[in-house]
């Protein structure tokens, strides 16, 4: 079977970040002018139906890739080139049927979903136009495994930049046609949820040629009928399907069921701020939607931190996994101190600046939504940092095969949510400023809950001051010097239309981006080694004379 050659995770998660960058500009040239399109009324019914979706999309994708990348990584390491294939084989079949029952789910109970469950019905017609993306997802997701178990990240970034593309494209230009045609915001809802499908399509396409092409089909048998375990030491024995299909559950399972708690929470949010801002906050029915939409528009930039973490995390389960298997446990606590250290870097200052920029932020990207915006990102780029923190940890957990416990965290910060959600949203002065809170307090509790258990799986004590001190002293440094220079040239050009606030803001996050730059090398929060670990880092570093 011919390879392509892996990267170190540090190469492998560059590319990821590269294709994160490309994606979250595609995404918002997607969401941004669809919030518009569609206004807070109409996104509110695309954001229930998302949340529908996301919560089968984790179920199936968030934990099965991980343990199928587990497992090919620790073949890999074994040499055991033939039971690699198997394992992909056998994943594709259970992912083939996973999604098939979930796009039937969604497409034959969608006004069960919208009504009952997310008391808005309006968003049945987007919940059904989903309902395709879910099985191609699926099958994308066991090609991505098997390329991110053998260290390869590229095929995964290009195929993600592939489906957000075409999603883009059909999704703005559906909506547009249909809310143009007179049909009504649910139905341009419809169409714009309908360009996920179209971009699943593309995407599988794509992984299907690269599998072809790279990575050669194995001939003949593996093993004429028998299992590994019955042939002892053959490394070119291969298990059964049903020992792989126990391994992949065993795995899969309490990481997709800890990271489906999230996406159930986010479904939950929906159903339970329409209810409470309705049943006992007094909001009208037309009020709670365009509430829990300019909600769900500060949520868009509240995952882009987030989205520049997930590559780290997908590339540090194998290189962790393939560390503990060889036996070196050094090389498993530096792997992990580093990825902990290089998310807080990278989230602290995003948070920060969504923090501190947020009300130029909503008022340039979202001209026209309810005024509640610019304090719910504020508190929403807060959680943001707590977010990353928490899935850099999981996924350390996840590669110490200790998975289990991140199921514990999530439940517990799942209900603290829940909690303050219930009793924050009803208050009428509160409002929908509630939910945003909730996510902040649930975070931080995770956060905290996943330190004490990596502090056991790894017998070894994370160094809390060295990760997280040098990057949080760089943001606020770097949020203090963009709240200033905003607040100098509102003075001097004034912010009272949009072109003006614009370029206040640009002037604003060029200044903190040289701050923080200056800031992070002065304080070491990024270090010459780091830049070594990374594409062309190494002359970066020079050129910055960084030591």
């Not at 796009?103 to 309902?131: G, H, R, T, V």
């Not at 929906?270 to 309705?278: A, D, E």
């Not at 850099?392 to 991140?406: D, F, I, R, W």
Request: charged fraction near 15%.
């Amino acid at each position: 079977m011919s390879k392509t050659k892996g990267q170190n995770y540090m190469h492998g998660a560059a590319i990821l970040t590269v294709g994160v960058v490309i994606m979250k500009l595609l995404g918002f040239i997607y969401k941004i002018p669809l919030g518009n399109i569609l206004g807070d009324e109409g996104y509110s019914m695309f954001l229930s139906a998302y949340n529908i979706y996301f919560i089968f999309f984790t179920l199936a994708t968030a934990g099965l890739p991980v343990a199928l990348s587990r497992l090919v990584a620790e073949a890999d390491a074994n040499g055991r080139a033939k039971q690699e294939e198997k394992l992909f084989r056998v994943a594709w079949m259970m992912f083939f049927v996973l999604g098939t029952v979930f796009a039937l789910i969604m497409f034959l109970y969608p006004e069960w979903l919208a009504d009952k469950y997310l008391e808005n019905p309006d968003a049945a017609l987007s919940i059904k136009a989903m309902s395709p993306a879910i099985l191609l997802v699926c099958l994308v997701s066991a090609y991505r495994g098997y390329c991110q178990g053998n260290g390869n990240m590229l095929p995964t970034t290009v195929d993600e930049v592939l489906e957000v593309l075409f999603k883009v494209i059909s999704g703005l230009v559906l909506a547009k046609l249909i809310l143009d045609a007179g049909l009504g915001k649910p139905m341009g809802s419809a169409g714009a949820i309908l360009g996920v499908s179209i971009g699943s399509v593309i995407s599988l396409l794509y992984m299907v040629v690269y599998k072809r092409r790279n990575y050669n089909t194995l001939s003949g048998s593996y093993t004429g009928g028998r299992a590994a375990d019955d042939v002892p030491g053959d490394d070119e024995r291969v298990d059964s399907a049903w020992t792989i299909v126990k391994n992949i559950i065993s795995i899969g399972v309490p990481i997709a069921f800890g990271a489906c708690i999230m996406a159930l929470l986010n479904s939950i949010d929906s159903k339970l701020c329409m209810n409470r801002l309705q049943a006992a906050a007094g909001f009208s029915y037309y009020e709670a939607k365009v509430l829990y939409g300019v909600y769900g528009k500060a949520q868009t930039l509240f995952n882009l931190p987030a989205a520049f973490i997930t590559p780290l995390t997908i590339a540090i389960v194998p290189a962790i996994s393939g560390a503990i298997v060889r036996g070196d446990r050094a090389e498993a606590i530096k792997t992990s101190d580093d990825s902990m250290r290089i998310s807080a870097a990278v989230s602290l200052p995003m948070g920060v600046g969504l923090a501190v920029l947020s009300f130029p932020i909503m008022k340039v990207l979202y001209t026209n939504s309810n005024a509640a915006g610019p304090g719910l990102l504020s508190i929403m780029g807060v959680a943001s940092i707590f977010v990353c923190i928490v899935l850099m940890e999981n996924a350390v957990l996840q590669a110490s095969g200790k998975e289990k416990l991140t199921m514990l965290t999530m439940i517990t910060g799942g209900l603290v949510k829940i909690i303050i959600n219930w009793f924050l949203v009803a208050q009428r002065p509160v409002n929908i400023y509630g939910a945003p809170v909730g996510t902040l307090v649930s975070y931080a509790v995770m956060m905290l809950m996943n330190l004490v258990f990596i502090r056991g799986a790894l017998r070894h004590k994370p160094d809390l001051a060295g990760i997280f001190a040098a990057p949080l002293v760089s943001s606020l440094l770097m949020g203090a010097s963009a709240w200033a220079v905003y607040g100098l040239c509102g003075k001097l050009l004034g912010t009272g239309d949009r072109l003006h606030m614009l370029v206040c803001m640009a002037a604003a996050i060029l200044t903190a981006v040289v701050v923080y730059a200056v800031a992070a090398i002065n304080t070491r929060a990024v270090t010459a080694d780091d830049m070594k670990l990374i594409p062309g880092g190494e002359k970066l570093a020079r050129l910055l004379h960084m030591s």
